[in-house]
């Protein structure tokens, strides 16, 4: 192996310059790339291989609901979009159209879909005719175009993946159930596999999505103090199946309006992890979504019996976790740092001496942990470390959570934590939009969520002074 070659490319400590070390873990861990449309992205192997852990275990969470995939066109008529009057309003700015097909011009502008409410409440049209027929629990799995200004790699893209629910129901009782039912879905999923803890709580009714009646939303806290809005689900009431006739008749035989909800995760998601877990040698994965769980690193490869012996672990290892053996011809400490920057949970370390002892060295990403463990006892120690990595992560990323999250009961406090800390802070709010857009244009902090876990931190807003009606999480955010 030349020795000529830096073991790893530099990547800018977090604490100097943030949204460097983002973007150099990004690209040096390989996990998607530019491209020669502004402000779209190529997912690459490692990058499309996280997202497809993500998608397989939310796909299987919410089918467990009685969840059903569909797929609808990418392309929604303007005239469909312009039904929903606060709906198209919201998503204005951000739509792409198409005018020609080929070399004609068309007759009617399409709108290449920023979310597609307007097209499942037209199938749902034609779908729903009874009681009989509801509910209606769908998701779809696809790509939206939204032509944001400022673009990053995962957190903000023109194109970008995700999942979409849309049910239809026959109560408004039915809808808030399942809203809330698909939010704590994200929530758990977050805390269970990603090691990620999260608020739950509602959006302001000025931070709320376009159309809808009440939006739900997990906040999560970035490593830079940021906030990043991890998962949202929206209860739309009838409103939508009014705009676009969405009727069904009941038990009586009388025409009603379904109640709609609507939810999503993205892919957005990946850089949550980055954010959350990663340090300045890379990525550190939560080991229920890494594409390579552990990586077994032969020492004097070139020994007789070494790659054999690997190979072997390999094999008993692949039956319960996603395992590679690195034979390449780099140096061992090439390969070390190759898979810290990658953020591979377990380093599994074998050679000739590691062989005539009968044991091998596992290494954890996260704390770097050594444990030299019998071969026969090897499958089982990396069940019980990966599980305990997990937990462990998820205890971190909450500690720096609750150590970031401050209290302030006066507007001196309030603007004092903002300059001088990072983070979420509680205060108490009167519930009034004007408040609430004064503060972010005075500070450039916006409202996270008033949270389901209330707190009187005392009886007026924190801005206004009138009479508070809610404690609320307030931070900047990506």
Not at 101 to 122: A, I, K
């Amino acid at each position: 192996m030349a020795k000529d070659k830096k073991l790893v490319e530099h990547i800018t400590a977090m604490d100097e310059d943030f949204a460097q070390w983002y973007t150099d873990v990004v690209r040096k861990a390989e996990l998607c790339d530019y491209t020669s449309v502004k402000g779209c992205m190529v997912f690459k192997p490692a990058g499309y291989a996280i997202w497809e852990l993500i998608q397989k275990n939310l796909d299987e969470r919410f089918k467990a609901t009685g969840v059903e995939n569909v797929y609808l066109p990418m392309f929604i008529p303007e005239s469909l979009l312009e039904k929903e009057k606060d709906h198209v309003e919201g998503f204005a700015p951000e739509v792409a159209w198409v005018t020609h097909g080929g070399l004609n011009e068309l007759q009617e502008r399409l709108c290449v879909r920023p979310t597609s409410e307007t097209l499942f409440c037209d199938f749902y049209s034609k779908e729903i005719e009874s009681y009989r027929d509801l509910p209606k629990v769908y998701n779809q799995w696809c790509s939206v175009v939204r032509w944001e200004k400022e673009t990053r790699p995962f957190l903000r893209s023109r194109e970008f993946l995700w999942q979409e629910g849309h049910t239809a129901h026959a109560t408004a009782e039915e809808a808030e159930a399942r809203t809330i039912q698909m939010l704590n879905v994200y929530a758990d999923f977050c805390e269970d596999v990603l090691a990620i803890p999260v608020i739950k709580g509602r959006k302001t009714d000025k931070e709320k999505f376009a159309g809808a009646e009440a939006t739900y939303t997990i906040e999560s806290l970035m490593h830079d103090g940021k906030a990043l809005q991890s998962g949202t689900s929206h209860n739309f009431g009838d409103g939508f199946a009014r705009a676009f006739g969405v009727q069904y008749t009941d038990k009586d035989n009388k025409l009603q309006y379904v109640h709609q909800t609507s939810w999503g995760m993205t892919t957005r998601m990946i850089g949550a992890i980055i954010m959350v877990h990663g340090d300045d040698s890379g990525l550190v994965l939560p080991p229920k979504v890494a594409p390579t769980q552990i990586m077994i690193v032969p020492i004097m490869q070139k020994k007789e019996g070494v790659l054999e012996k690997a190979e072997e672990l390999r094999s008993v290892l692949a039956s319960n976790f996603r395992v590679k053996v690195d034979d390449s011809d780099k140096s061992p400490g090439f390969k070390f740092a190759e898979q810290e920057v990658k953020g591979i949970p377990l380093r599994v370390e074998v050679g000739p001496k590691d062989i005539e002892a009968g044991q091998a060295v596992v290494v954890r990403r996260d704390t770097r942990e050594k444990t030299i463990v019998p071969f026969d006892k090897l499958s089982e120690t990396c069940e019980a470390l990966l599980a305990q990595m997990h937990d462990d992560m998820y205890a971190k990323a909450k500690a720096h959570r609750d150590a970031n999250t401050h209290v302030a009961t006066n507007w001196d406090e309030f603007t004092d934590i903002l300059e001088k800390k990072q983070g979420f802070i509680k205060a108490m709010w009167c519930g009034e939009e004007a408040c609430e857009t004064a503060i972010k244009d005075e500070t450039g902090a916006t409202t996270r969520c008033i949270p389901f876990a209330q707190e009187k931190l005392g009886d007026v807003c924190v801005h206004c002074g009138k009479p508070a009606k809610h404690m609320v999480y307030f931070g900047k955010a990506y």
